[in-house]
């Protein structure tokens, strides 16, 4: 499968892939007339890779973890570190993002509460 019929099929943008071939992780992948051709070992991967920029993962962060992934032996621990180190910080995001809610919140009540006020 080329390049644009991954994209196309998988829905993975061009520019995702260009960065996948450009990091070397395309071990599976043979060029056949000047073309990548990507096997489902390739596609699993690029999975991998778009689940990791959707959870946050910066393209620097990714390329890191997606080495130690091919590297495979021993790095289970440095790939479950960064995981959890991602995971912690979107828990963070949350939480403040719950304090706004509050804030905000807490302004409306006062709001309604001299719209109320008015009225009677």
């Known amino acids: 499968m080329t390049i644009h019929e991954a994209s196309a099929r998988y829905h993975i943008p061009l520019e995702i892939l260009q960065e996948y071939e450009s990091w ?3 071990g599976a992948v043979k060029r056949v007339m000047g073309v990548w051709q990507y096997d489902d070992t390739d596609i699993e991967r690029l999975s991998l890779i778009m689940t990791l920029h959707d959870v946050g993962f ?3 962060e990714i390329e890191t973890y997606m080495k130690l992934l091919l590297e495979q ?3 289970e621990a440095q790939r479950l570190r960064m995981l959890d180190q991602k ?4 828990l963070d995001e949350i939480h403040f993002r719950e304090k706004q809610l509050e804030r905000l919140d807490y302004l409306r009540f006062h709001i ?3 719209q ?3 009225q009677d």
């Open 73 to 75: 032996k021993g790095t």
């Open 58 to 60: 910066a393209s620097a």
């Open 24 to 26: 070397g992780l395309c």
């Open 87 to 90: 995971r912690e910080s979107t």
């Open 112 to 114: 309604r509460k001299q």
């Open 116 to 118: 109320e006020a008015q």
